[in-house]
């Protein structure tokens, strides 16, 4: 199976910081690349998919890029409320492996 | 208005069995791929099983393959994960997820899990 590897793991921001996280794929997964985000105690929310299509909802503050293997999840302001962990999924075949997360914390 | 509501998760022993249901509703089910998610306390999610609308195609992370079996009833708008051999590393939530569209597409929709505890 195609393995997704996140970095970092965690990483310490203040508010209106620019953040960014990696994701590598160990094979070409095309566009098909998604980020979540995961509030303590809450459900996975879908935040993007096909590497840069922001889902409905979601501010303008993210976004995705990259391609092939390489992918970055970017907040260009960071807010309050974007405190969380956030993993990248690959889901152009089953099993729709997720990376291990990096886990935003506040400065 | 979608929504996924799990049950069936508890307290089980090493080696036991335990049957997930996930029934969705505000949506035509039978026309979408679900998948079954878990996450580990304090871990991170971890995609287990995906189903296709028609429940002819399967397929499993290798951590679960043999042991645990997806299936769903369209009739009853309902998705089930069937766990055996179950271990105390399967002690986690255990989430259903509906795809966006059919194809190849992230999971848009999440229930709000149920927790399953393997331990003697």
């Known amino acids: 199976d195609i393995q997704m590897t996140q970095s970092p793991s965690s990483l310490s921001a203040s508010v209106g910081d620019r953040v960014t996280i990696t994701c590598r794929a160990s094979?070409?997964?095309?566009?098909?690349l998604a980020w979540y985000q995961q509030k303590p105690g809450k459900v996975p929310k879908l935040l993007i998919y096909?590497?840069?299509t922001l889902q409905s909802g979601v501010p303008s503050r993210f976004s995705g890029s990259g391609s092939g293997t390489d992918f970055t999840l970017t907040i260009s302001s960071l807010q309050p409320e974007d405190f969380a962990t956030y993993y990248c999924?690959?889901?152009?075949?089953?099993?729709?492996?997720f990376g291990q997360g990096t886990r935003v914390e506040i400065k | 208005e979608v929504q996924l509501v799990e049950s069936g998760g508890g307290l089980v022993q090493p080696g036991g069995s335990l049957r997930l249901s996930c029934v969705g509703s505000?949506?035509?089910?039978?026309?979408?791929?679900m998948n079954w998610v878990r996450q580990a306390p304090g871990k991170g999610l971890e995609y287990l099983a995906y189903?296709?609308?028609?429940?002819?195609?399967?397929y499993y992370a290798d951590s679960i393959k043999g042991r645990f079996t997806v299936s769903r009833d369209n009739a009853k708008n309902s998705l089930f994960l069937q766990m055996d051999s179950l271990r105390a590393d399967d002690t986690a939530i255990y989430y259903c997820?509906?795809?966006?569209?059919?194809?190849?597409?992230?999971?848009?929709?999440w229930g709000q899990g149920t927790l399953v505890t393997v331990s003697s």
């Open positions: 997820a509906r795809d966006m569209w059919g194809g190849a597409t992230p999971q848009e929709y």
């Open positions: 505000g949506f035509s089910f039978s026309t979408y791929e």
């Open positions: 189903i296709g609308h028609d429940g002819r195609t399967e």
């Open positions: 094979q070409g997964i095309s566009h098909y």
């Open positions: 096909d590497v840069s």
């Open positions: 999924q690959r889901y152009n075949s089953a099993p729709r492996t």
